[in-house]
DNA sequence: CCGAGATGGTTGACACATCATCTTTGTCGA
DNA sequence: TCGACAAAGATGATGTGTCAACCATCTCGG
């Protein structure tokens, strides 16, 4: 904290790099997603998290921890899903505070059509062009950061 | 695309990891910079691109050009900033659909408060832990992936 | 058993992004 | 020069994220 807070030319442009590829990354998988399957990309997320567990049934709770998300986020973006029929809210009988919310048939359709050209635009974009090596490293150091940004995000 | 067009587990485990990382990153900056400097990312995204020209003053379209952002969304964002006295639009005399934005003294100090503080932050969370050839791995890997994502997002 | 505080979830106000559409103005070829 | 088309920007509707406040329920120490 001493030395100056400026980073240098190097980190400079790899900084602008990085958050270049994001924007454009994310535009780009989440333009295709919606358009091809109706879904976005946070839907997808909701939907495999869902996929995640044995009996697609999860405690709202629960799933805004795995997801990081605000609790707010999710309550209502549950809601919006929940009137597409993509999900469905169900009563907790053990915490009458809480709820569960569980994948229903349309759902569970709806994330098998869309999984499949999700992955292969993620492998054209991104993976198609690097090295195992790279991707290793790249695994590496998502790693690290991961672990300076500390548990609480 | 005759091949399975699923992700191993290595791709797998380096995508979450790296739209985790995104997901924090994103989340801790923008907060940090919200809560000690009153600017959200987008705002500081305006004001950098704004100091980037000599005079401070640049026309609606190429800040658009140079944010990659939709008009609407510059629009709209720029009127919010005017509101808060951080930028001023002036007209454009050489074509009359056209119009300036330029830096205010406001928006100028707060550029200047809050620089140091975000590119400290910066440093802190994402370079601090990395080698410097890890940085530069990472620039490869981002380059690459800007060119399979083309000239167009 | 009770009351203070923690927890689960919803809601309202507001910031922000996107899409479609509109107005004004510029451009360029017939 | 005029008329079609393109470009610059603003706007309204809608979907989404955040923050703060709220209600209901649970938990736990006294």
Redesign the interface.
Known sequence: ?TAS???DD??Q???R??L?????????ISRELQATDGLSLQDYDVLVALTDVPDGSVRMRDLGVKL?WEKSRLSKHLTRMAARGLVARRECYDDRRGSFVELTEEGLAAIRAAA??H??L?????????S?E????????????????GDE?
Request: hydrophobic share 50%.
């Open positions: 904290m807070p400026w980073l190097e980190q442009q790899t900084w790099a990085w270049d590829v994001n924007a454009r990354l994310f535009a780009r990081q499949p050209g992955a292969a993620v492998r054209e974009v991104f993976f198609d062009g690097l195992g790279q991707v290793r490293e790249l695994g590496r150091i998502c790693a690290t950061v991961l672990e300076r940004l995000g």
